[in-house]
């Protein structure tokens, strides 16, 4: 019910789901970026992650991103339609969305949160629904009609949204991400990393150049 959804929506925005990735924010923060021998290797694909297209393709894109960074917000909107017709649409890359809440991190981790709740199939559904409306969002200063559009789409009724945001393993799971992300030396959103190395250009053609070589090779 709707009555119910929104207030606990508001109390994890303040208190409760945010605590985990407010505190990875803090590190990041506070750490001086890691020497690229001190970086852990990005962690290995899961079935935990949320990945759009073949199982078996050739090349692997790992995106770290945030609900409420823009320049996430252009990327999906702006380059992933030209990048999946070229690439995942084709079989030849696989995309794995992970998640690096960024500020307001109550904000960002809730709805990180919502989309993890999300039946499997809808994930693309509820990240886009979040990317699409994120400046709409902002410009009214309020996220809650936000969130609702992305329970809406997320093949979950609002009641097992509700309690899937209640467990504990929802939050430890976006824990385990953002620390993993920190490890690699992850400091920004959006990044990205193909075949396990990093690209610092997010650009079409950036990614282009670096997967391009790795299809012809095989």
């Known amino acids: 019910m709707t009555r119910h959804i929104l207030p606990l929506i508001s109390a994890l925005a303040i208190v409760g789901l ?3 990735p407010a505190a990875a924010l ?3 923060r506070k750490s001086a970026a890691p020497s ?4 852990a290797a990005v962690p290995a694909v899961t079935a935990a992650d949320r990945v759009m297209g073949r199982a078996d393709a050739p090349v692997t894109v ?4 945030s609900f409420t960074c823009n320049h996430c917000a252009d990327w999906t909107n702006e380059v992933l339609p030209q990048f999946k ?3 995942i649409d084709t079989g030849k890359v696989r995309l794995v969305f992970r998640d690096m809440p960024t500020a307001p991190a109550p904000i960002a981790s809730t709805a990180a949160g919502i989309a993890r709740c999300a039946a ?3 994930f693309f559904d509820v990240a886009h629904s979040f990317m699409s409306g994120q400046s709409a969002a902002f410009e009214k200063g309020d996220a809650r009609e936000w969130f609702m559009n992305a329970i809406a789409v997320s093949g979950r009724t609002q009641e097992q949204i509700e309690a899937c945001l209640k467990a504990p393993a929802t939050s430890q799971a976006l824990q385990a991400e953002v620390e993993g992300a920190v490890a690699a030396g992850v400091t920004g959103t959006p990044s990205f990393f193909v075949n396990g190395k ?3 250009d997010h650009s079409l053609q950036a990614l282009s ?3 391009d070589p790795l299809i012809r090779a095989r």
């Open 85 to 87: 017709a070229r690439y």
């Open 209 to 211: 150049a670096a997967i």
């Open 36 to 39: 690229s021998s001190a970086q």
């Open 198 to 200: 990093r690209i610092e």
């Open 18 to 20: 945010s605590a985990a």
């Open 26 to 28: 803090d590190l990041v």
């Open 62 to 65: 790992i995106e770290y991103a």
């Open 120 to 122: 499997p199939e809808r």
